[in-house]
């Protein structure tokens, strides 16, 4: 089977591309996770240990995903085969580029169940499902939405529609038309709950909460806590970022890139707790209730207080577009793949990748009802999809991208391409020889 020449495409500007990293970096972890990690952990001291934790680890695996994928110009697996090659190196170093394909893949297969029901709550909080409502009967709506199986699909199916719609339009027309739109909405519903947060009366309470440090709930724990969430949050380990940086021209800075996308990533979580904890302390909810704080907790909050019908709409939209960005960005680097390695067009590797993990997500959306029974080591499908990509899959791959970057390749020429010299390329070099892989290899051990 001949493989077609294959043009490949290009960001049409440096905005474009921040605008999509970012928009793959915030997810749904963003909007509940890491605003409730802070509060447990010491507020203010968990966040500098964080942002250390994302200095030291995370931006220098994001520019080595960058600088691999512009240097290969090509999909992940065929970026790293090439590169190892032109450097004399192993070809099997290309099996980092195939994890990271893997990965994206299965992560998107089950995260599309969870974008399904953001979908469903959006269309309550249209419908007014939450008014009047206790907490009984908001857990029961949840659970009931759980235990069935044609909803479940309904939901996925319609999040997978949208994704696929999107990507199979290209990296101008799909990626960069989505996350112009959805990034900006995003900022602004933001910027609304926010708002709304400070007429609560809590708003100082929520503001102590996430930015008074506290020192003494910091644990050899909650480090490795900040550690691990520092390299998720950035979609490091998927093939996302190499995917993305194939698309890269060389005027792109790309320390001075990835210092963007950390920063506003970091704004978006934060300002995510501003807008989630004022309406959690002036109703008395319970933070601790993790994934059900966003689906069981606030609806609660929404379908009892004034102008609830709109706040749950703009904040379940809120959650249905950190989720469409960070999707989009899952079944690119498959797609790019495909793509490459056959004759198929865009749209045609679309329809194939997007099917696929359609399909797979139909076995993780029935762990939840008619497959919960355990299948493997105790866990449903989705658990060991969550399991197996989060815990093996992310890190490994993060750790071959780096350990390829700093010992494989030629340091000069690395340092030449980032702008570095003296003692600048001094402290890359140590970083990414030596603290970043100690770091991911910390994460992972103490993960198992």
């Known amino acids: 089977m001949s493989i077609k020449q294959h043009q490949h495409a290009h960001w049409s500007s440096r905005l474009a591309f921040i605008l999509a990293a970012t928009g793959s970096a915030v997810g749904l972890g963003n909007i509940w996770k890491f605003p409730y990690m802070v509060g447990e952990s010491g507020g203010a001291a968990f966040v500098l240990v964080y942002l250390l934790c994302i200095a030291l680890i995370g931006l220098p695996i994001l520019v080595a995903e960058w600088l691999i994928g512009r240097r290969g110009q090509n999909n992940p697996a065929n970026a790293m085969a090439d590169l190892a090659k032109a450097a004399g190196k192993p070809k099997a170093w290309m099996l980092v580029g195939v994890s990271g394909i893997l990965g994206a893949f299965l992560i998107l297969s089950f995260y599309s169940v969870i974008g399904g029901w953001s979908l469903y709550y959006t269309l309550n909080s249209v419908t007014g499902a939450f008014s009047g409502q206790d907490a009984d009967g908001i857990g029961e709506l949840f659970n009931a939405m759980l235990a069935s199986p044609g909803l479940l699909l309904a939901g996925h199916s319609v999040f997978m529609l949208l994704v696929i719609g999107i990507v199979a339009r290209g990296v101008t027309k799909g990626l960069e038309g989505a996350v112009r739109t959805l990034m900006p909405a995003l900022g602004i519903l933001m910027v609304v709950l926010v708002g709304y947060g400070m007429t609560t009366g809590h708003f100082g309470e929520a503001l102590a909460y996430l930015f008074n440090p506290n020192w003494s709930a910091l644990s050899g724990e909650t480090v490795l806590a900040a550690l691990g969430h520092a390299f998720f949050t950035l979609s490091l380990g998927m093939g996302i970022m190499m995917a993305y940086g194939s698309y890269l021209g060389e005027e792109v800075n790309l320390l001075k890139t990835a210092r963007t996308v950390v920063i506003m990533d970091t704004v978006i979580a934060l300002g995510a707790g501003l807008a989630i904890f004022p309406i959690v302390f002036a109703n008395g909810l319970d933070l601790a209730s993790g994934p059900g704080l966003i689906f069981v907790t606030l609806p609660l909050a929404f379908g009892n207080m004034g102008a609830g019908i709109v706040l749950g709409l703009m904040f379940f939209l809120l959650l249905t577009f950190?989720?469409?960005?960070?999707?989009?960005?899952?079944?690119?680097?498959?797609?790019?793949?495909?793509?490459?390695?056959?004759?198929?067009?865009?749209?045609?590797?679309?329809?194939?990748?997007?099917?696929?993990?359609?399909?797979?997500?139909?076995?993780?959306?029935?762990?939840?009802?008619?497959?919960?029974?355990?299948?493997?080591?105790?866990?449903?499908?989705?658990?060991?999809?969550?399991?197996?990509?989060?815990?093996?899959?992310?890190?490994?791959?993060?750790?071959?991208?780096?350990?390829?970057?700093?010992?494989?390749?030629?340091?000069?020429?690395?340092?030449?391409?980032?702008?570095?010299?003296?003692?600048?390329?001094?402290?890359?070099?140590?970083?990414?020889r030596f603290i970043a892989p100690i770091g991911v290899a910390v994460v992972f051990i103490s993960s198992l």
């Open 322 to 432: 950190a989720a469409l960005t960070s999707a989009i960005s899952l079944l690119e680097p498959v797609v790019e793949f495909v793509e490459e390695r056959t004759p198929l067009s865009r749209v045609a590797s679309t329809l194939v990748a997007g099917i696929a993990a359609w399909a797979l997500g139909i076995a993780a959306l029935l762990s939840f009802n008619l497959w919960s029974d355990p299948v493997l080591f105790g866990l449903n499908v989705f658990d060991l999809l969550d399991k197996l990509t989060s815990k093996f899959m992310l890190p490994l791959t993060g750790l071959g991208v780096i350990l390829f970057t700093a010992w494989q390749l030629d340091r000069h020429a690395v340092a030449k391409e980032l702008g570095l010299s003296g003692a600048g390329e001094t402290l890359w070099h140590a970083v990414t």
